[in-house]
């Protein structure tokens, strides 16, 4: 399974940016997944997590209240919604897809990974 996330850019400080995400097959509508950021000299750090079903949603503290994970089972795409965003939310952005039913922060427990769209945020 390859994931190909897309729709990175450069954006103002207060703007928006839509990620999205598709796998090469559509294996993944029992799988939950997850958005992860890496920023230059940092390691990488949960973002967001779906269900297979959309029915269990978390986020980490800095995206809470201001992005959005959704997903489309039926064309094997997830999406992530970015407002308000702020320099510290640049970085290189993955999908990533779980060996489970939900998604969740552990990143073991993702198997398949996207190659990252980048997101740079200018003050």
């Known amino acids: 399974v390859q994931l190909q996330a897309f729709g990175g850019g450069v954006v103002q400080a207060g703007g928006s940016l839509r990620l999205s995400c598709v796998a090469s097959r559509r294996t993944n509508s029992n799988n939950g997944m997850g958005w992860f950021r890496q920023a230059p000299g940092k390691e990488r750090e949960f973002v967001a997590a779906?269900?297979?079903?959309?029915?269990?949603?978390s986020y980490s503290e800095s995206a809470k209240g201001r992005f959005t994970i959704s997903r489309d089972r039926v064309k094997g795409m997830v999406s992530l919604q970015m407002n308000n965003l702020n320099p510290e939310d640049t970085a290189v952005y993955y999908c990533a897809q779980s060996r489970f039913a939900v998604g969740g922060s552990t990143q073991s427990n993702y198997v398949y990974w996207g190659q990252g769209t980048l997101v740079t945020v200018s003050s």
């Open positions: 779906i269900s297979w079903n959309g029915g269990s949603i």
